[in-house]
């Protein structure tokens, strides 16, 4: 994401320079206008932009949405003959909405990007903590000097976290700090301000190092991972209960009561109220959206981090053959393909008049889109998705088959006796067969027990991306050479602390399955289910009207037929076909939406994820909502009086 920023910031310089008139004095005004915040933001993201560039981008994004605003004002003027007498003021208050709340969206989150990426990038950072931790409490237990210890951790983390620390050792290389002590205090200090339980937990690792007895020593460093471990737990459970009103208020604004009102859109003329597709369109489609998604934004910014879902190269075996763009091209053909017998039927007559009694020739279009991300997610993602869920199975699996070798090892075996044995213990896991290939370059390659693991070839842990398993072999690996009863101990100890990270990770996840549930199923069965009845509803609404002839009610508010294209969108009489298309459209926005709520308050602000969740949810919302549309509409529509 940032360098997409970077290149729309290189593009809006390069393009829209003239918004700003002279670049030179915009760019000192700029550089004066911008507050300390958004410079530490900018320093701290890494961006290679300048603040100017950020306004000007702003400035730029701005003016294209108030472009795209205005030729749609354009056209749905042309609907109403640009006549402002048929065009109606909720039509025009419509507009102006729209109108103004596009530039103004895109003027605040492109502003304001670098400050929500800093924050962002420090609230994954938090989620690093109970990893980071354990690392350098892990190697304390084993070698109980600060300084190596804070270089093992960021040697073995490649998290946001661990880039820190990597940074905080570079400092002290240099002499930016006098002593390790004064850099640990800098890093609290720098943290405590988003982690009140690290910054005391690292205070706590400081003075264990300086405990004169083992025991102690050891006490103090499991008293500062309890710390952290209880912090996490507890800002996570504070959050999950601070949810229910946010999830309410989606629930009933975004889903109930907007599909619900739908059935009473053919009765508004009734009481007055005419509304047109227009109407329809620009509050379902885009402004209830729009007020959804910064919503949803605002609460996702509240969560707090927990733990981070291991990141997978693009060089990856099992993902290296994905080629995105060729997904991206197939899926785009396939939907083009399935959405262009929409069109056909649509404007078509005859073709029109044959189908509109089976169902709404618009739902091609629906499919469409369904088949284009559908195809998309799952063929681009899904192999990621594979691969992380290996290492998390893997993960699962580690702690206990620590158990066997660090008590074989704590016999006084030696490290391939140990490995055979957990190998013979674990078969049929994959851990089972790390170990029994460790145990393989060990006997028969004759390697060192580094390079058992290690290899770049031949090594078993080479295609295992788990920061965690391959840091705990390198302790392991550093361990044996010191002493092999302590770093038997050691792997025991271990293999505690990390049941301690997975029961602390399962309750988190426990605590938000109910509510991630609810939202996802929300958004793939119960939302399409709710507008398909609803459609249904109103068409049985729609037909009762007509019969009764209230006033001209037959060229009013029913879902009547289509006079002319310009009179069906811009008028009262609203198409079955076009009105089941809008309210298509706000089902497939709410998956969208929904799916990342759902995503971000149970993984967080992760891609392969949401895309691949996104992939199995919109094709199903789409099929059940076509099918319950068919099916409520033949039905209401045959219990209608004749």
């Given at each position: 994401?940032?360098?997409w920023?970077?290149?729309?910031?290189?593009?809006?310089t390069?393009?829209?320079?003239?918004?700003?008139?002279?670049?030179d004095?915009?760019?000192s005004?700029?550089?004066?206008?911008?507050?300390?915040?958004?410079?530490?933001?900018?320093?701290f993201?890494?961006?290679?932009?300048?603040?100017?560039?950020?306004?000007?981008?702003?400035?730029?994004?701005?003016?294209?949405?108030?472009?795209?605003?205005?030729?749609?004002?354009?056209?749905?003027?042309?609907?109403?003959?640009?006549s402002?007498?048929?065009?109606?003021?909720?039509?025009?208050?419509?507009?102006?909405?729209v109108?103004?709340?596009?530039?103004?969206?895109a003027?605040h989150?492109?502003?304001?990007?670098?400050?929500?990426?800093?924050?962002?990038?420090?609230?994954?950072?938090?989620?690093?903590?109970?990893?980071?931790?354990?690392?350098?409490?892990?190697y304390?237990?084993?070698?109980?000097?600060?300084?190596?210890?804070?270089r093992?951790?960021?040697?073995?983390?490649?998290?946001?976290?661990?880039?820190?620390?990597?940074?905080?050792?570079?400092?002290?290389?240099?002499?930016?700090?006098?002593?390790?002590?004064?850099?640990?205090t800098?890093?609290?200090?720098?943290?405590?301000?988003?982690?009140?339980h690290?910054?005391?937990?690292?205070?706590l690792?400081?003075?264990?190092?300086?405990?004169?007895?083992?025991?102690?020593?050891?006490?103090?460093?499991?008293?500062?991972?309890?710390?952290?471990?209880e912090?996490?737990?507890?800002?996570?459970?504070?959050?999950?209960?601070?949810?229910?009103?946010?999830?309410?208020?989606?629930?009933?604004?975004?889903?109930?009561?907007?599909?619900a009102?739908?059935?009473?859109?053919?009765?508004?003329?009734?009481?007055?109220?005419?509304?047109?597709?227009v109407?329809?369109?620009?509050?379902?489609?885009?402004?209830?959206?729009?007020?959804l998604f910064?919503?949803?934004?605002?609460?996702?910014?509240?969560?707090p981090?927990?733990?981070?879902?291991a990141?997978?190269?693009?060089?990856?075996?099992?993902?290296?053959?994905?080629?995105?763009?060729?997904?991206?091209?197939?899926?785009?053909?396939?939907?083009?393909?399935?959405?262009?017998?929409?069109?056909?039927?649509?404007?078509?007559?005859?073709?029109q008049g044959?189908l509109?009694?089976?169902?709404?020739?618009?739902?091609?279009?629906?499919?469409?889109?369904?088949?284009?991300?559908?195809l998309?997610?799952l063929?681009?993602?899904?192999?990621?998705?594979?691969?992380?869920?290996?290492?998390?199975?893997?993960?699962?699996?580690?702690?206990?088959?620590?158990?066997?070798?660090?008590?074989?090892?704590?016999?006084g075996?030696?490290?391939?006796?140990?490995?055979?044995?957990?190998?013979?213990?674990?078969?049929?896991?994959?851990?089972?067969?790390?170990?029994?290939?460790?145990?393989?370059?060990l006997?028969?390659?004759?390697?060192?027990?580094?390079?058992?693991?290690?290899?770049?070839?031949?090594?078993?842990?080479?295609?295992?991306?788990?920061?965690?398993?391959?840091?705990?072999?390198?302790?392991?690996?550093e361990?044996?050479?010191?002493?092999?009863?302590?770093?038997?101990?050691?792997?025991?100890?271990?293999?505690?602390?990390?049941?301690?990270?997975?029961?602390?990770?399962?309750?988190?996840?426990?605590?938000?399955?109910?509510l991630?549930?609810?939202?996802?199923?929300?958004?793939?069965?119960?939302?399409?289910?709710?507008?398909?009845?609803?459609?249904?509803?109103?068409?049985?609404?729609?037909?009762?009207?007509?019969?009764?002839?209230?006033?001209?009610?037959?060229d009013?508010?029913?879902?009547?037929?289509?006079?002319?294209?310009?009179?069906?969108?811009?008028?009262?009489?609203?198409?079955?076909?076009?009105?089941?298309?809008?309210?298509?459209?706000?089902?497939?926005?709410?998956?969208?939406?929904?799916?990342?709520f759902?995503?971000?308050?149970?993984?967080?602000?992760?891609?392969?994820?949401?895309?691949?969740?996104?992939?199995?949810?919109?094709?199903?919302?789409?099929?059940?909502?076509?099918?319950?549309?068919?099916?409520?509409?033949?039905?209401?529509?045959?219990?209608?009086?004749?």
């Amino acid at each position: 994401m940032t360098a997409w920023f970077e290149r729309l910031c290189d593009m809006a310089t390069t393009r829209f320079a003239w918004l700003a008139g002279d670049l030179d004095t915009f760019e000192s005004r700029a550089r004066g206008a911008v507050s300390d915040e958004f410079v530490e933001a900018l320093a701290f993201t890494g961006m290679d932009v300048e603040p100017y560039q950020v306004m000007l981008c702003s400035y730029a994004g701005a003016f294209l949405a108030a472009l795209a605003a205005l030729l749609l004002d354009i056209g749905v003027f042309a609907m109403y003959g640009f006549s402002l007498d048929a065009m109606g003021g909720l039509t025009l208050v419509l507009l102006v909405a729209v109108t103004l709340g596009l530039p103004l969206a895109a003027l605040h989150l492109l502003s304001e990007y670098p400050k929500s990426r800093a924050r962002r990038m420090k609230v994954h950072s938090l989620g690093d903590i109970p990893e980071v931790l354990s690392y350098i409490v892990m190697y304390l237990k084993l070698v109980p000097t600060m300084e190596d210890g804070l270089r093992f951790a960021a040697r073995e983390s490649s998290t946001s976290l661990g880039r820190d620390l990597r940074k905080l050792m570079w400092d002290l290389e240099i002499r930016v700090h006098a002593s390790v002590d004064d850099a640990v205090t800098t890093f609290a200090d720098r943290w405590g301000a988003w982690s009140d339980h690290l910054k005391r937990a690292l205070h706590l690792v400081r003075s264990a190092v300086r405990e004169r007895s083992e025991d102690a020593r050891v006490m103090t460093l499991n008293r500062s991972l309890d710390l952290v471990m209880e912090g996490t737990r507890r800002s996570m459970t504070s959050f999950a209960q601070r949810l229910h009103q946010p999830t309410l208020v989606i629930y009933s604004i975004g889903v109930m009561i907007p599909l619900a009102l739908i059935a009473m859109m053919p009765a508004a003329s009734l009481v007055g109220l005419h509304l047109s597709l227009v109407h329809i369109f620009l509050l379902y489609d885009i402004l209830l959206p729009m007020a959804l998604f910064v919503y949803i934004r605002r609460v996702l910014l509240s969560r707090p981090a927990t733990f981070n879902p291991a990141s997978i190269p693009d060089d990856h075996p099992d993902v290296a053959d994905v080629d995105r763009r060729m997904w991206l091209t197939v899926a785009a053909v396939a939907g083009l393909a399935i959405a262009l017998p929409a069109i056909l039927f649509s404007f078509t007559p005859a073709m029109q008049g044959w189908l509109k009694e089976v169902f709404p020739a618009t739902l091609f279009l629906l499919w469409g889109v369904a088949a284009f991300v559908g195809l998309y997610c799952l063929g681009a993602y899904r192999p990621y998705k594979k691969v992380r869920d290996d290492i998390r199975m893997m993960e699962q699996e580690f702690a206990d088959s620590l158990y066997v070798v660090g008590k074989r090892i704590t016999e006084g075996r030696p490290a391939e006796d140990a490995f055979q044995h957990a190998a013979r213990t674990l078969e049929g896991s994959e851990m089972g067969s790390i170990f029994a290939r460790t145990a393989f370059n060990l006997t028969g390659m004759r390697t060192s027990l580094h390079d058992a693991f290690f290899d770049a070839e031949h090594g078993s842990l080479r295609n295992v991306h788990s920061d965690r398993i391959r840091a705990v072999m390198r302790l392991f690996v550093e361990g044996v050479q010191k002493s092999h009863a302590a770093a038997g101990n050691a792997i025991v100890n271990i293999a505690e602390h990390l049941k301690e990270l997975q029961d602390v990770e399962g309750g988190i996840r426990r605590s938000l399955g109910t509510l991630t549930s609810t939202l996802r199923s929300t958004a793939t069965v119960f939302a399409p289910l709710i507008a398909g009845v609803t459609l249904g509803i109103t068409r049985l609404i729609s037909i009762v009207l007509e019969g009764m002839n209230l006033g001209g009610m037959s060229d009013g508010g029913a879902l009547g037929g289509l006079p002319g294209l310009s009179a069906g969108i811009g008028s009262d009489v609203v198409h079955p076909n076009f009105f089941v298309l809008v309210v298509g459209i706000y089902v497939i926005e709410l998956v969208f939406l929904l799916i990342r709520f759902a995503n971000g308050i149970d993984e967080g602000d992760d891609r392969v994820e949401y895309m691949y969740r996104l992939g199995v949810a919109l094709p199903v919302a789409v099929a059940f909502f076509s099918l319950v549309t068919v099916m409520a509409m033949a039905l209401f529509g045959a219990l209608a009086p004749g």
